[in-house]
């Protein structure tokens, strides 16, 4: 089913109460989310997401817009009216229910003509146990199940009615690390296997960026990008985009452009085409980073730090917004094992990767288009 936002808004009274402003916890959303996919809702706390999805369920009323589901303008209709299947954070099992009893809950509340036979609700009930893998623990009670097998009944409930959407607002976050990855994959096969249109909340960008289709960034309750995972990553709108994905994060240094040619602090970096002279923010992501002796990016070496496969070089410079830059090198690199036995302090140099280099507005912070301009020998 296809999801259909039109403006839609939510402003909340102050909870404050010195200050009488509204909150907009949702501002003017308008996109469309295709059938059948996984988007993943990304964001910081507080911008915003869970009012988006209780706007979609129903538990909320939109200060302005609509929804639609489909054709159906669902925007007055009940949350019980509109075929959704909703999973929170923490769990929400009745406790004295047995798995098989919680899963079959939402069935044995239908009414009239959709209420079931007793054998099709079982046969139901069974189907979304296997599809989560908890048909092994159907008499278990939630506090006999780990937290990941209860998030599994949790989704299973919320499967059993077969929703047109399925909301999920942070699933994994009660959930350790290695679990939190499992059960996303589950996730992610779940839907493949179900093709229900699935609204996922997070603000882990890396969960995020790991099982949507598509994303869409938000901040302060606006919009940010909505895109493929990659595509955002690799072309990011603007700067809280660009900060928000990745890790380790992206490097921000000061910079400016004077007659074609990119500047941090007094090095040249790169050299551009259609660009005016004007100051920006440059973001390089880690991996834009090359070790070169003679590269045209001078930091100092502060350390070099092994993490797993990944080997990167931490270093200081001037113009850098952080208090470090973090570039993600080849292991097997001379340059790399080079690094590893310069004292700290030593000076270390970068080129750096177009691709992985974006430019942002000093004012607005929107991203810069720009194209590159070869050099030529001895220029
Ligand atoms: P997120 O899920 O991204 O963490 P929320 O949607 O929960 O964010 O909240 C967005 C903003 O709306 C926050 O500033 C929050 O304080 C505010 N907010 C959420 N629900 C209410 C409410 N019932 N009353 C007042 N303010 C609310
Ligand atoms: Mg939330």
Redesign the pocket.
């Known amino acids: 089913m296809e999801v259909i936002l039109k403006n839609l808004t939510k402003k909340?009274?102050?909870?404050d109460k010195k200050n009488r402003n509204e909150?907009t916890?949702?501002d003017h959303f308008t996109f469309e989310i295709p059938d059948g996919r996984l988007i993943g809702l990304l964001?910081?706390?507080?911008?915003?997401?869970?009012?988006?999805?209780?706007l979609i369920s129903g538990l909320l009323k939109p200060t302005e817009g609509s929804i639609f589901f489909g054709e159906d303008d669902v925007t007055d209709l009940p949350p019980e009216n509109r075929g959704i299947g909703l999973v929170f954070q923490n769990y929400a099992l009745y406790p004295h229910l047995t798995v098989r009893q919680n899963i079959l809950f939402p069935l044995e509340n239908l009414k009239g003509k959709d209420r079931l036979s007793k054998e099709e609700m079982q046969k139901k009930v069974d189907e979304a146990a296997r599809l989560v893998q908890i048909d092994g623990l159907m008499d278990r009670r939630p506090r006999e199940l780990s937290g990941g097998q209860q998030q599994r009944v949790a989704i299973a409930r919320a499967l059993v009615k077969r929703p047109k959407v399925l909301l999920l607002?942070?699933p994994l976050s009660n959930l350790d690390a290695r679990l939190r990855i499992q059960t996303r994959e589950e996730i992610r096969r779940i839907q493949r296997e179900t093709k229900i249109t699935t609204i996922f909340?997070t603000?882990d960008q890396e969960e995020a960026m790991s099982i949507s289709d598509l994303i869409i960034v938000?901040k302060d309750?606006v919009v940010q990008q909505i895109g493929k995972p990659q595509e955002v990553y690799d072309s990011p709108a603007n700067l809280f985009v660009a900060k928000f994905l990745g890790t380790p994060p992206i490097n921000v240094f000061d910079g400016r452009i004077r007659d074609g040619r990119l500047w941090i602090g007094g090095d040249a970096v790169l050299d551009l085409k259609g660009v005016m002279d004007q100051e920006v923010y440059v973001g390089i992501r880690p991996e834009g980073f090359v070790l070169n002796d003679k590269g045209a990016l001078g930091c100092t070496l502060r350390g070099v730090e092994v993490m797993g496969r990944d080997i990167s070089v931490v270093s200081v410079n001037d113009a850098a917004a952080g208090p470090a830059v973090r570039s993600i090198v080849g292991a097997e690199d001379r340059l790399t094992q080079e690094a590893r036995h310069k004292p700290e302090g030593s000076p270390i140099r970068f080129d750096v990767l177009p691709r992985k280099v974006f430019l942002f507005d000093r004012r607005t912070e929107e991203k810069i288009d720009y194209e590159v301009r070869q050099r030529r020998n001895g220029d």
Request: proline share 8%; hydrophobic share 30%; aromatic share 4%.
């Open positions: 909340f009274p102050s909870r909150v916890a949702v964001g910081p706390s507080g911008c915003g997401k869970s009012t988006v999805l209780n607002d942070e909340v603000h938000m309750g």
